[in-house]
């Protein structure tokens, strides 16, 4: 064996053992090599010379109290669900805490849907006023028309006309603000739920 | 012999080679390995748990092209190797008593 293959052979080894500091390991094992070929030996000598992996992984682990080794195994398993984000535990607590998270995943969607529907609502409400303002317009001019016709009678049509004419103004004195004020409010909606998903989170 | 005891015994042989002057992981395991059985998978924990302890200093160097680590022993490992001798003494006189009972007894 040559001793880039007892290197890689070695780190596997562990990694698989939880051992931390591998990297200085290693380095360590490499100089040692190194050593060795440097003093007369060659390559497959020197890696030959070197103790079994299990035994080096073994007298790295009685130089290290038991707390120590649990720890570390634990921390490692810890990292690698993070890692993963779907560790054991986590699947284990979602299965026997099923009863009481669904309900509250229920009540929190359905609290963010009524949220969604009553924030377009007042988008969609705004936006009838001054659609509503310019029907009533419209339909002043429409009376003042009638007049014409005798079917009204002329003191209303030209209230009408005076009606019409004020609220048609109103309606195009509002619809700038109105229009505007939809607009931000339709671009606020994705930026609440943004700020809502990322405070859950 | 005894883990504990053995790991007492290398410490000491470590830190004795080292107050000598710096060297490092192969010669070390030499130099060692002339008067106790040593391999470099028992001496490298020991190094690191020494320099954990203060007991030794690590500096890096370059030689033929790649990096050697030098170990050198601190004031700190002086001190641990008087320890260890002052234990030392006594458990030879734990040693020589229970030797004379044993004797004593068979006499």
């Known amino acids: 064996m040559l001793k880039q293959e007892f290197l890689t052979q070695l780190r596997s080894g562990l990694e698989a053992a939880s051992i931390e500091d591998i990297d200085e390991c290693i380095e360590f094992y490499d100089e040692m090599i190194s050593d060795r070929i440097e003093s007369g030996m060659n390559e497959e000598s020197a890696v030959a010379q070197m103790e079994s992996i299990d035994s080096i992984i073994n007298n790295y682990k009685a ?7 649990i720890m570390d195994k634990v921390q490692k398993s810890h990292e690698e669900a993070k890692g993963k984000g779907k560790g054991t535990l986590w699947i284990v607590l979602a299965i026997i805490g099923f009863p009481i998270w669904l309900p509250i995943l229920i009540v929190v969607f359905t609290l963010l849907l009524t949220l969604y529907i009553v ?4 988008v969609v409400a705004v936006f009838c006023v001054l659609v509503l303002i310019g029907a009533v317009a419209l339909s002043g001019l429409f009376v003042f028309i009638m007049m014409f016709t005798g079917l009204v009678p002329w003191p209303l049509g030209i209230f009408s006309l005076g009606a019409g004419l004020f609220l048609g103004g109103l309606a195009v004195l509002l619809w700038h603000p109105i229009w505007s004020l939809c607009k931000s ?15 859950i989170a | 012999m005894d883990a504990q005891l053995r790991r007492g015994i290398l410490d000491a042989c470590v830190l004795a080679v080292l107050e000598r002057g710096e060297s490092y992981g192969y010669k070390l395991v030499a130099d060692i390995s002339t008067f106790i059985e040593i ?15 203060n007991m030794l200093t690590v500096r890096k160097a370059e030689y033929s092209g ?3 680590k030098y170990y050198s022993i601190t ?11 002052g234990e030392w003494e006594e458990i030879v006189k734990v040693y020589k008593y229970i030797a004379d009972e044993r004797g004593e007894k068979n006499a």
């Open chain 1, 63 to 69: 130089e290290k109290p038991v707390a120590k080794l």
């Open chain 1, 119 to 122: 924030l377009w609502c007042i």
């Open chain 1, 185 to 199: 409010i339709a671009g606020m909606i994705p930026a609440i739920f943004r700020k809502i998903k990322k405070g």
């Open chain 2, 39 to 53: 391999t470099e998978s028992t001496l490298y924990p020991i190094l690191k748990r020494l320099e954990s302890q």
């Open chain 2, 66 to 68: 790649r990096l050697r």
């Open chain 2, 75 to 85: 004031d700190a490992g002086r001190a641990r190797i008087d320890e260890l001798l």
